[in-house]
């Protein structure tokens, strides 16, 4: 299979009035997080919240800053996430990908809405279910 691509938007959702970030972002469904190029990172004017340790494909281990929140927008959906900087391209991770319940199209190397949902995101959550039928 070959690389994966989706065209997705960036905003940071905490100052509107910034217009949206488009991005070529590579789809890499072994990563867990949305990742970002420091440029990305300060055209979004994202703080730094903390920093994370990440594994990269080497098998090094280094700390790297995390910002956010971050809005993510493909296919007429949405997701909130915080990202890693690092490197020179946007990544997005299986985090987001779920979150929005994106699949990669192995035939065709893209990337779209889950077939079985094509309408809207669908997800699991356990929850508690009142014997009473109460919400």
């Known amino acids: ?12 959702p905490c100052e509107p009035e910034r217009s949206p970030l488009p991005q070529r ?11 970002i190029p420091e440029h990305a990172a300060i055209q979004l004017g994202l703080d730094e919240l903390e ?11 280094v700390a790297k800053p995390y910002v956010g929140p971050v ?3 493909a296919f007429g959906r949405r997701a909130f996430v915080g990202a ?3 490197g020179d391209e946007t990544l997005l991770g299986a985090i987001p990908m779920e979150d929005m319940d994106l699949m990669v199209h192995p035939a065709t190397l893209a990337v779209g809405p889950n077939p079985l ?5 669908t997800g699991k959550a356990k929850a508690f ?3 009473n039928g109460d919400d």
């Open 1 to 12: 299979m070959g690389l994966v691509y989706a065209d997705i938007e960036l905003l940071n």
């Open 129 to 131: 279910s009142p014997k």
């Open 71 to 73: 809005e993510i927008r």
């Open 25 to 35: 972002a590579l789809v890499d469904t072994g990563s867990t997080y949305l990742v």
């Open 117 to 121: 949902s094509p309408n809207i995101p």
């Open 51 to 61: 920093r994370r340790e990440i594994t990269l494909a080497d098998g090094a281990r």
């Open 84 to 86: 890693i900087v690092t």
